[in-house]
Nanobody, 118 residues
Framework: QVQLVESGGGLVHPGGSLRLSCAAS????????MGWYRQAPGKQRDLVAR???????NHEDSVKGRFTISRDNAKNTIYLQMNNLKPEDTAVYYC????????????WGQGTQVTVSS
């Protein structure tokens, strides 16, 4: 089973930026579509962005234009560039491999905390 390790979170002011990374222990190219999820306190874990093995992306409306998902298949790593962060982006962010319905196909990593606060 591929293991996922997220990093890059932290505390940032509104309007700031962060770049998250997710390193996989196996080939993400063979896995296929990868994605970023987030879970705010008291809420369910939601898929916010996904990227196919060929680089086609899809971003959820609340992050569209602010977040950008990317991947480096050679490094088995995916990224989430987050700009113009808002307090409502505060959550634990996780990567995984979503199926057609957005359900995760791999075991969860530990996630990385993103806190947006003044």
């Amino acid at each position: 089973q591929v293991q996922l390790v997220e990093s890059g979170g932290g505390l940032v002011h509104p309007g700031g930026s962060l770049r998250l990374s997710c390193a996989a222990s196996g080939s993400i190219f063979s896995i296929g579509t990868m994605g970023w999820y987030r879970q705010a306190p008291g809420k369910q874990r939601d898929l916010v962005a996904r990227i196919s093995s060929g680089g086609r992306t899809n971003h959820e409306d609340s992050v569209k234009g602010r977040f950008t998902i990317s991947r480096d298949n050679a490094k088995n790593t995916i990224y989430l560039q987050m700009n113009n962060l808002k307090p409502e982006d505060t959550a634990v962010y996780y990567c995984n491999a979503p199926d057609l319905y957005g359900s995760p196909r791999l075991s969860w990593g530990q996630g990385t905390q993103v806190t947006v606060s003044s």
